[in-house]
């Protein structure tokens, strides 16, 4: 793991803090900080940046990427797991979500007091990017009043990108060898229209926050396009929201003790 990146998973009653090593590993190889010798050590976060999607988009695909340096295999998410970067003076936990329906529940406490929200989906699936809309907004409601929203179509790498201009993650390819490529089913003006409906949802003026165009990313969690700039960009639109955030008190914290599932009939129906 690169310097200045811990990880952890959250547990009951906590979630909040850092990671840190010496716990046992748990699925994937993520730690558990309940198993970690001592708390002590582990650092604060400052501020919060969350993950949110619908299953199989990518999220924490991504995350590997920017904080292990590397696509590898992943397992659908159970809850949330968190890595804490170091960025300047401060520590950032970057929140990873699980976008299976039944952790939806979840997701709300996750994102309270978050200063970032990065809503993910799949440059492949119209259904992914509607979602954000239908089922993932409303759980943002607890998160910062200042919060950022970043918008985030996934996988391009499975898209006939020929007509992207080629950049150092990605070499220029030949026309022939886009053959094999899909064109993409979301469109960059989609997501776009999604950003604005954000606003609006939100009640915030266009001119008061960072342009649509600024927010919407395309990137490849396989490849690494655009991975870095996606976060490092977050990151530096956060540091403002922080140091309001520590001057005005402590941070939230994450307390799934929280949740409370909803409750079941006989008929296994939702009461
Ligand atoms: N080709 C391609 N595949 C990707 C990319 N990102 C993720 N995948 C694949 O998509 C599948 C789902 O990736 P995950 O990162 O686990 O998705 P997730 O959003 O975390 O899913 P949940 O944890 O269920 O919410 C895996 O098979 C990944 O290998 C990408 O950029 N390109
Ligand atoms: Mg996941």
């Known amino acids: 793991m690169p310097a200045g990146a811990e990880r952890g998973r959250a547990g009951p009653g906590g979630g909040g803090g850092g990671g840190g090593g010496g716990g046992r590993a748990g699925p994937r190889g993520w730690r558990s900080p309940a198993a970690a010798p001592c708390r002590c050590a582990m650092k604060k976060p400052d501020g919060k940046v969350v993950l949110l999607g619908d299953m199989n988009v990518g999220k924490t695909s991504l995350l590997h990427r920017y904080m292990e340096r590397r696509f590898q295999d992943t397992v659908s998410t159970v809850g949330g797991a968190f890595y804490l970067k170091q960025w300047g003076p401060y520590n950032i936990s970057i929140w990873d979500t699980a976008g299976r329906e039944q952790f939806h529940g979840l997701g709300s406490m996750y994102c309270r007091g978050a200063a970032a929200v990065i809503l993910t989906y ?7 990017l509607m979602e954000l809309e239908d089922k993932f907004l409303a759980l943002t409601d607890s998160a910062s009043a200042d919060c950022i929203f970043a918008i985030v179509g ?36 989609d997501a776009i229209a999604l950003y604005k409906k954000i606003l609006k949802y939100k009640m915030l003026d266009e001119k008061d926050v960072p342009a649509a165009e600024k927010m919407c990313f ?7 396009y655009k991975v870095d ?12 929201i922080i140091v309001r955030q520590k001057a005005e008190g402590p941070p939230q914290t994450v307390d799934i003790t ?12 939702c009461a």
């Open 218 to 224: 395309e990137t490849s969690a396989k490849t690494g």
């Open 258 to 269: 929280d949740y409370k599932p909803a409750k079941r009939t006989k008929s296994g129906c």
């Open 154 to 189: 996934n996988k391009v790498d499975l898209t006939d990108d020929c007509a992207l201009p080629p950049d150092e993650n990605r070499p220029e390819k030949s026309v022939a060898s886009c053959g094999a490529k899909v064109r993409k089913q979301v469109r960059a003006e």
């Open 229 to 240: 700039y996606l976060f490092e960009t977050v990151f530096e639109m956060v540091v403002p």
């Open 122 to 128: 799949d440059v492949n699936s119209l259904q992914s």
